[in-house]
T-cell receptor, first 117, second 115 residues
């Protein structure tokens, strides 16, 4: 299995709702990532988990809460979002280990298209 | 700090003609460079990477890229473009950390291949 899956594909939520995005990979990768992408723009890194521990938080507002329950699964919990949070949310994974070994590429899921009303 | 620049917002070519998408980089230390492609309403797909070794890197779908250290460039090329190559292309550079890789992306180049 060489893919990253994300659910749901689309999500519409109000500013008072609580929802979660889910990401799963079964490639044995030990690093997992959340990105936010606006239309025609590059992805912006939000969070990195390495060996199930939060490694990077790019000063993301607390209304976004990541969780890594196990090495295959990554969640992003959403609460009290703003309309400007509407975007494509991408999950990615990478093998981990020394980059010089040539294992550094990230594999991306198809994304969740989030609309905040 | 590392960064990449994609000087062209858009590239338009006719099908069958060569395609080049430009990327220049700025890093302290050895650059780890990547190209990704994104089709409409899809995630990013990995095309190729340069870590070390041969300056000409071959990747997926007939794409290749040439690493040029003196010009700090990593241009993506395809000898004969297809209409299906129309997409958004991102160059990226990685800062190697112990167990994960923080990618810095260029602004992206929209490629349109006309029939």
């Amino acid at each position: 299995d060489t893919e990253v899956t994300q659910t749901p594909k689309h999500l519409v939520m109000g500013m008072t709702n609580k929802k979660s995005l889910k990401c799963e990979q079964h490639m044995g990768h030990r690093a997992m990532y959340w990105y936010k992408q606006k239309a025609k723009k590059p992805p912006e890194l939000m969070f990195v988990y390495s060996y199930e521990k939060l490694s990077i938080n790019e000063s993301v507002p607390s209304r976004f809460s990541p969780e890594c329950p196990n090495s295959s699964l990554l969640n992003l919990h959403l609460h009290a979002l703003q309309p400007e949070d509407s975007a494509l949310y991408l999950c990615a994974s990478s093998r981990g280990g020394a980059l010089a070994e040539g294992l550094g590429e990230q594999f991306f899921g198809p994304g969740t298209r989030l609309t905040v009303l | 700090a590392q960064s990449v620049a994609q000087p062209e917002d858009q590239v338009n070519v006719a099908e069958g003609n060569p395609l080049t998408v430009k990327c220049t980089y700025s890093v302290s230390g050895n650059p780890y460079l990547f190209w990704y492609v994104q089709y409409p309403n899809r995630g990013l797909q990995f095309l190729l990477k340069y870590i070390t070794g041969d300056n000409l890197v071959k990747g997926s779908y007939g794409f290749e890229a040439e690493f040029n250290k003196s010009q700090t460039s990593f241009h993506l090329k395809k000898p004969s473009a297809l209409v299906s190559d129309s997409a958004l292309y991102f160059c990226a550079v990685s800062l190697a950390r112990s167990n994960d890789y923080k990618l810095s992306f260029g602004a992206g180049t929209t490629v349109t291949v006309r029939a």
